[in-house]
Each structure stands twice: as structure tokens, then as C-alpha cells.
């Protein structure tokens, strides 16, 4: 029976006339059904997702207030901050002149160890809007990708733990210590959005949505290869029934994909990691081209001696600086939540992803200060957290909430104003 109409309402004719249909009802209390189609579903997905981007806006509206008073009692423009400083700046003169075409042997002469996805967005951005100013495309871009970011997210957690749980874990990925960077001209929110988004594809059986996501995100981030080996070996282990589509409560979510769609997944996946890996080795005329990038840049992979070591660092001095004891308290609860998301059987692709993402950022020798950034890809490594809090009271949830977003705020404006050195 079509929405809106009642059997009371239908008009009864005689039986030698057709009878006619009655409208729809449009009162003061009908709703109005969202169009079929593609786009319907969006939008519906849209509605089901708001209370999640809200909440999200609402705590990072809060740490950009927060910098935006605190930045104005030091006399720092805000503007420049967030759309020019430290990597940022990277990014937009990779827009502006491309790659180097030499290894070199000095850090600020080589740019390659940058992946180009969001360079190529920040030009294309530039192209179409000249009169905005220097930084504002890539800006633009990370807040774009920030919701898209928040969106999958809660799209993970509805999906596996029911959307009270959706909500909550995208804000809590909006009140990490280093949130900020979310709202930068960085690649974070660019990269988990497309971490998000294959993910879900993965667990909802989108094989190749997943792998094409994938391969995008191979571009934007060195650590793309870690989801790249997530969504691959999980496809790969589709075929033979080593995995399958977790139960959701939502039965549209259970598609029946062709043999051939795993494959072809697992193929597209690692190809703009590759891709990039590849191309440096042809612009610099040797095989080991990016990893002699890399080098260069003193990021070696070690297994974690280096990390050990500035932990130990930073455990020992009395009085560590704030910014490196967060960094610090970031990686050993990362490692936590591992272990946790373990013991609850997270499905296969979540905790490969983060495994290999806490490998590849405990593993290597370089620089310490930004590994806390570095790891907010790894939202399913609070998944543990956003169950425990959407089975917990409304009032306890929301305390514990508000203190993370307060918190958040703090270590926003101390991260770009009282930490000397990029985030």
C-alpha cells in the first residue's frame, strides 16, 4: 500500500469505474518519503548518520573556538596556522611546482616522500577558485573529508555495534589529543575518509568499492599500505570462506558478490601505493627510489628500538614536554586498545588495518613527535571505548564525552601555539 494512504481513505466507486487513487496526505504532521534511487539512499544514510556529523561539528567547533581566543591573546593568525604551517606548506608547494626531480641530500630540498593525492586536490581546487587565498583549497579539502571521515566512522560503529555506538565513536575520533589536525590542511582527514569508507565496503561484502578506496588512499599516505594489505588478504580470504560478512541488523547489507568481485578487490587495493612507489623509483632512476627517500627523511623501519628508546626518554625525565608525554600516552593506549579489540574479535580487516598501521608507526626510527598523529587513522582502535560508553548511561556518556572534547580543545591550542615544532 503506498505510503501515507489508509485503507479508509481510498475512495470506494461504483464497479463499472476505475477507481482513483487518493494523493498522499501532506498535513501539518505527514512527512515526506526521500526520493528512490541512489540518491535517496544517500540521503536517508545522511539522515540516519546526523546525529553523529553534529555532534562531531559541535566538538570540533569547540577546539577551533578554543585556538581561536587562544591564538588571538598571543597575537598568532589563525589562518595561517591551519591552512600554511609546517606540512601544510609542503603540500601546497607540491601544488604549486610539482615534485623534485633529485634525491639531493638535504631534508628541505626533497619533497617526495609526500604522496600527491591531496597536492593534486589542493591544484584542482586552486584551478577552479583563483580569488580564495593561498591554503584555502587544501583547508577546504581536510574539512570536506572531515565529515565524509565522521560519516564512515559512524557508519563502522552503527554497523558492528549499533548506531547509539556509531555516534559515539565519531566523536570520539573528534576528541583525540591531536584532533585539530583534522581541521588543517593536512592529509589525515582525506586518509581516514577513505580508510572509513573501504572498511565498511569491506564489511559490507563491497569488494571492489573497497579496493578502489583503497588504492586512493595509497596515494594520500605512506601508510596506505597497511589498509592496502587489509582489504587484500581479507577478499582474498572471502573466496574460501576463511571470512564472511559480519551479521548486521541492517538486511540490504548482505549482497551476494560475484566470485570474480573479491579478486578484482585484492588487485586494486595495493595499486596507488605501488603506483607512487613505482613512479619515484622511475624519477629518480633507481629501483629504491622512494625508500632512499625515506632514508633521507631517517625513517627506517627498526621493529621499535628507537620508539623504546624515546619512551624511555620521556618517562624518565621529571618534568617531560606535555606535547611529547600525550604522544607518548597516545602510543602505549593505542597498544592497549589493540590488545582489547583482540580479545573482542573485532572482524579480520579492522584489526589487520590497525595492527599493521601500529606496526608501521611503532616500528620505524623516525621522528617521534608526530606519531600521535599518525595513528588517527586507526579509528577501529576505539571501537572497545564506544561500546562500553553506549552501553553505559546517558549521563556517564555524556560527561565522559564532554571531558574528551574539553580535553581535545586544550591540547588543540597547546599543540599549535605552546609545542615548538609541527604537530
Not at 165 to 178: D, E, N
Not at 267 to 272: E, N, W
Request: overall charge positive.
Amino acid at each position: 500500500m503506498p505510503y501515507g494512504i489508509s485503507e479508509s481513505s481510498t475512495a470506494t466507486a461504483a464497479p463499472s469505474r476505475v477507481p482513483v487513487p487518493v494523493p498522499p496526505s501532506r498535513g501539518p504532521g505527514s512527512v515526506a518519503r526521500p526520493p528512490a534511487g541512489f540518491g535517496g539512499r544517500v540521503v536517508r544514510a545522511l539522515r540516519h548518520a546526523s546525529p553523529a556529523l553534529l555532534a562531531y561539528a559541535a566538538v570540533r567547533t569547540l577546539g577551533l573556538l578554543v585556538l581561536t581566543e587562544w591564538a588571538h591573546r598571543e597575537h598568532r593568525g589563525v589562518r595561517h596556522l591551519l591552512m600554511r604551517s609546517w606540512d601544510c606548506d609542503w603540500y601546497l608547494r607540491i601544488a604549486a611546482h610539482g615534485y623534485a626531480h633529485t634525491l639531493g641530500d638535504r631534508i628541505d630540498a626533497n619533497n617526495l616522500a609526500f604522496f600527491p593525492l591531496h597536492p593534486m586536490l589542493v591544484r584542482a581546487g586552486d584551478t577552479l577558485f583563483p580569488w580564495l587565498p593561498r591554503g584555502a583549497a587544501g583547508l577546504g579539502v581536510a574539512l570536506v573529508c572531515s565529515f565524509l571521515a565522521a560519516w564512515g566512522i559512524f557508519a563502522v560503529g552503527d554497523r558492528l555495534y549499533g548506531r547509539r555506538a556509531g555516534v559515539v565513536l565519531a566523536v570520539l575520533w573528534g576528541s583525540l589529543p591531536v584532533a585539530l589536525v583534522q581541521w588543517m590542511g593536512y592529509t589525515e582527514s582525506l586518509f581516514t575518509a577513505l580508510t572509513a569508507w573501504s572498511l565498511f565496503a569491506v564489511l559490507t561484502g563491497r569488494y571492489v568499492w573497497a579496493g578502489s578506496l583503497a588504492a586512493l588512499a595509497g596515494l594520500t599516505r605512506p601508510t596506505g599500505v597497511a589498509l592496502a594489505a587489509a582489504v587484500s588478504v581479507t577478499a582474498l580470504l572471502s573466496l574460501w570462506g576463511r571470512f564472511s560478512v559480519p551479521r548486521s541488523p541492517h538486511p540490504s547489507l548482505h549482497p551476494s558478490p560475484h566470485p570474480l568481485r573479491p579478486v578484482l578487490g585484492a588487485l586494486l587495493a595495493p595499486l596507488g601505493w605501488l603506483a607512487y612507489v613505482a613512479w619515484v623509483g622511475l624519477r629518480l632512476g633507481r629501483w629504491d627510489g622512494y625508500f632512499a627517500v625515506q632514508k633521507l627523511w631517517r625513517n627506517d623501519w627498526d621493529g621499535g628500538v628507537e620508539t623504546l628508546r624515546r619512551m624511555q626518554g620521556v618517562l624518565v625525565v621529571e618534568r617531560p614536554p606535555l606535547f611529547l608525554a600525550m604522544v607518548t600516552v597516545t602510543l602505549l593506549g593505542a597498544v592497549v586498545l589493540f590488545a582489547l579489540s583482540a580479545g573482542d574479535r573485532q572482524p579480520l580487516p579492522l584489526l589487520l588495518f590497525t595492527g599493521l598501521l601500529l606496526l608501521i608507526v611503532l616500528g620505524s626510527s623516525g621522528v617521534y613527535f608526530p606519531r600521535a598523529r599518525f595513528l588517527l587513522p586507526g579509528f577501529p582502535l576505539l571501537l572497545p571505548l564506544a561500546a562500553a560508553l553506549a552501553r553505559a548511561r546517558t549521563r556517564v556518556m555524556v560527561t565522559v564525552l564532554t571531558v574528551g572534547a574539553l580535553g581535545s580543545a586544550a591540547f588543540g591550542g597547546h599543540m599549535l601555539l605552546g609545542w615548538l615544532g609541527p604537530p
